[in-house]
T-cell receptor
Framework: DTGVSQDPRHKITKRGQNVTFRCDPISEHNRLYWYRQTLGQGPEFLTYFQNEAQLEKSRLLSDRFSAERPKGSFSTLEIQRTEQGDSAMYLC???????????FGSGTRLTVV | GENVEQHPSTLSVQEGDSAVIKCTYSDSASNYFPWYKQELGKRPQLIIDIRSNVGEKKDQRIAVTLNKTAKHFSLHITETQPEDSAVYFCAASKDNNDMRFGAGTRLTVKP
């Protein structure tokens, strides 16, 4: 287990298409987080899971966005009907409950054309 | 919800000088304050963190201070080196829950 893995690294899609990203956290980490980062900004919180339960969703997460972590291991983030404003780096992170900082993945860079 | 503000947005120092980055937070319930370093095109990486039960923590050339009353915390880097050049983010959370990040400080260390 070498850390948090995200797939794909890059995704170019046409406006209106659906996209899905995957995150594999560090295996013993029971918390998984999704963030979005645009150029020159800090990561913006989207949602997080503890095991398979989605505990919080940001208001940034419109109804076009959905995240799942069905077995408490990997997670997927789907964006439906993509818009140009969705272009960003989507970062996944994982941690243990209440201890330590987050370990981030390398991110998925989404470009909507 | 928590709101974290960070300043300055850019900081340029000469090699060997010290650098200080400051953050304020809004939620008095926040109790965990990490700092991340992000190099161009790479993931944010945790460099130091502090919990609300301590006022200062040091790790070699990096130190963080926390003032709970004023709700602000700072990152101090001494004897800066060119490889310290990066974007630094502060963050705050309660119990490692939904962490909120500052907007970042771009630090440039000039040789």
């Amino acid at each position: 287990d070498t850390g948090v893995s995200q797939d794909p690294r890059h995704k170019i899609t046409k406006r209106g298409q659906n996209v899905t990203f995957r995150c594999d956290p560090i295996s013993e980490h029971n918390r998984l987080y999704w963030y979005r980062q645009t150029l020159g900004q800090g990561p913006e919180f989207l949602t997080y899971f503890q095991n398979e339960a989605q505990l919080e969703k940001s208001r940034l997460l419109s109804d076009r966005f959905s995240a799942e972590r069905p077995k408490g291991s990997f997670s997927t983030l789907e964006i439906q009907r993509t818009e140009q404003g969705d272009s960003a780096m989507y970062l996944c992170a994982s941690s243990l409950v209440k201890t330590g900082g987050y370990t981030f993945g390398s991110g998925t860079r989404l470009t909507v054309v | 919800g928590e709101n974290v503000e960070q300043h300055p947005s850019t900081l340029s120092v000469q090699e060997g000088d010290s650098a200080v980055i400051k953050c304020t937070y809004s939620d008095s319930a926040s109790n965990y304050f990490p700092w991340y370093k992000q190099e161009l095109g790479k993931r944010p990486q945790l460099i130091i963190d502090i919990r609300s039960n301590v006022g200062e923590k040091k790790d070699q050339r990096i130190a963080v201070t926390l003032n709970k009353t004023a709700k602000h915390f700072s990152l101090h880097i001494t004897e800066t080196q060119p490889e310290d050049s990066a974007v630094y983010f502060c963050a705050a959370s309660k119990d490692n829950n939904d962490m909120r990040f500052g907007a970042g400080t771009r630090l440039t260390v000039k040789p």
